[in-house]
């Protein structure tokens, strides 16, 4: 019999041990240095909007629904058009005169996907998806038109204090054709790109941004807008839906990885799976957000796991990432550092990147998740912290790219982990990215990645050469970029090797317009003893 916790610390307790590292978890061959394994490619993978990793948040399914007005209420009484339910379809035709319908689905998340299915068209119009504000009536609207049943243009309208402030319309790739097209609108706060998909492969058609207009990271706002889809028919037009749906989604590249740890950077390994945090890209440097994924290191079967906003205390749902994220083993609460990159948001206030603290009483992992975050007072548009609890020196450690000329690693140190930094070693004299502090048996290392197509190994904490990582088939060749993440984690004995490597590649989606970060496939590599 499982006798009930009474107590808040011992609720506390009970979490930590289930949550604890298995013992022996950072003694993957002792005494091995990092240059010394050898890490060999063992998988690669892209998510690009893969349907089974989608978290859902609301959805109209016509097969499943059974009072269309009750569930899915009009939005727009008296408008011409009819709605019909059958066979798993919404027709909504025009026989007379033509008019309109808005279709409530769901609410609105500024970080979320958004898609809608459509399976056949007749005549002339347009189908697509709105998403309008209950008060002021500001609106986003993304629309597929068509003509004589065949697909013309995506179009994107964005009204403000009761005036169009943007009207755009792109062509549709050539050969697309009206037979179960999704038109998908990939929000990111402060702008949204628009993609068509047929026969499972998405295209870029279009991208917009909005911030000028008004801030959709403000919590108020997110508040009062609702997700709907929304028919413009001409006389005689008939448009077959078979779906519409708002989910968080993976998006169409990943990268920035980095394990989950607790205080002393050990990697937290529960119920079998390692857990990450990863950038899902969006387009530019204000549209990326930051994500949690999990991972069984026997094999590789990445899971889409949750999204992480952060909360400054001034009613904004922020966008930071390339996020360190620590579970304090004393209290219980998640922790960690993040990048400021919201403040290139453009939403008409005067921010600056910087390095964040963060922290939350709930597990952050799953679903959508809200951090408190404020500065640690380090000056400079630094990047890529990680950070562990050093207990034989008794002080903070935080390794990140130093922002002058180039990012540069240096390692800073405190009494606290949120705040009084100052500096310790570095910064390098080399390009850098994807900082990491990682225990190889019982001795901490520096590892971060480079411009220069090498992976570096300095030694900890003073940041003097150690060698350079091992890499078959890197994530890099002569055509694309170098700066990559090197993400290495120990592993205990039982597993096919006693480390792993998960990186990325720098690779674009296409069709960005530059600049562009969309960057990228995920790369496994098991690392061994390299022989003598």
């Not at 990582?469 to 990559?484: A, F, S």
Request: some cysteine; overall charge neutral.
């Amino acid at each position: 019999m499982i006798k009930p916790v009474s107590s808040r610390a011992a609720i506390i307790a009970v979490t930590l041990s289930l949550l604890a590292p298995p013992a022996g978890l950072l003694a993957a061959e002792d005494g091995v240095r990092p240059d010394q394994i050898q890490f060999r490619r063992q998988a690669v993978a892209r998510m690009v909007f893969d349907a089974g990793q989608n978290i859902p948040l609301s959805s109209l399914r016509p097969a499943k629904v059974i009072d269309l007005d009750l569930m899915h209420p009009e939005m727009l009484p008296g408008n011409g058009v009819r709605c019909d339910l059958g066979n798993g379809i919404l027709s909504v035709s025009s026989p007379q005169a033509g008019g309109a319908s808005l279709r409530w689905v769901g609410g609105f998340n500024p970080f979320a996907t958004y898609e809608l299915v459509i399976g056949s068209a007749e005549g002339e119009g347009s189908a697509g998806m709105t998403f309008l504000h209950s008060g002021n009536g500001d609106s986003l609207a993304a629309g597929l038109t068509f003509k004589d049943g065949k697909p013309e243009a995506i179009t994107w309208d964005v009204q403000a204090d009761g005036k169009r402030v943007t009207g755009v319309k792109w062509p549709v790739p050539a050969g697309t054709t009206m037979e179960d097209l999704t038109l998908r609108a990939q929000m990111s706060a402060v702008g949204v790109n628009l993609f068509l998909e047929s026969a499972g492969r998405s295209d870029l058609v279009g991208y917009s941004d909005f911030s000028e207009h008004f801030d959709l990271r403000e919590r108020e706002r997110i508040q009062r807008i609702d997700f709907a889809i929304r028919t413009d028919l001409k006389a005689g037009a008939r448009v077959v839906l078979t779906g519409a749906s708002s989910c968080l989604s993976p998006g169409s590249g990943q990268a920035d990885i980095r394990a989950i740890t607790d205080e002393e950077g050990a990697p937290l390994l529960d119920d079998g799976r390692l857990w990450l945090t990863m950038t899902l890209r969006g387009r530019a440097l204000p549209h990326p957000l930051q994500g949690v994924f999990s991972l069984n290191p026997s094999v590789f079967d990445l899971r889409f796991e949750g999204v992480i906003v952060f909360d400054m205390d001034d009613e904004l749902l922020r966008n930071d990432l390339a996020s360190h994220l620590f579970r304090d083993s004393k209290t219980g609460e998640w922790r960690g550092w993040t990048t400021g990159f919201s403040a290139l948001g453009g939403a008409g206030r005067a921010e600056e990147k910087g390095i964040l603290a963060i922290r939350s009483v709930r597990d952050p992992r799953k679903g959508f998740s809200i951090m408190k975050a404020r500065p640690i007072g380090l000056a400079g548009a630094h990047e890529d912290p990680h950070g562990v609890y050093d207990k034989e020196a008794g002080k903070w450690r935080l390794l990140l790219c130093e922002h002058g000329k180039k990012y540069r690693a240096g390692i800073w140190e405190s009494d606290h982990w949120d705040r009084g930094y100052v500096r310790l070693a570095g910064p390098v004299e080399m390009d850098s990215t994807g900082t990491l502090i990682q225990k190889f048996g019982d001795k901490r290392f520096a590892l971060f990645g480079s411009a220069d197509r090498k992976i570096y190994i300095r030694t900890y904490p003073d940041l003097q050469p150690a060698g350079e990582l091992k890499v078959d088939l890197p994530p890099w060749n002569d055509q694309n970029g170098t700066r990559i993440w090197p993400n290495v984690i120990p592993l205990p004995e039982g597993y096919p090797a006693p480390y792993i490597a998960l990186m990325m590649d720098r690779v674009n989606f296409p069709g960005m317009p530059k600049p562009n970060w969309t960057y990228g496939a995920l790369y496994l590599y098991h690392g061994h003893p390299a022989p003598p």
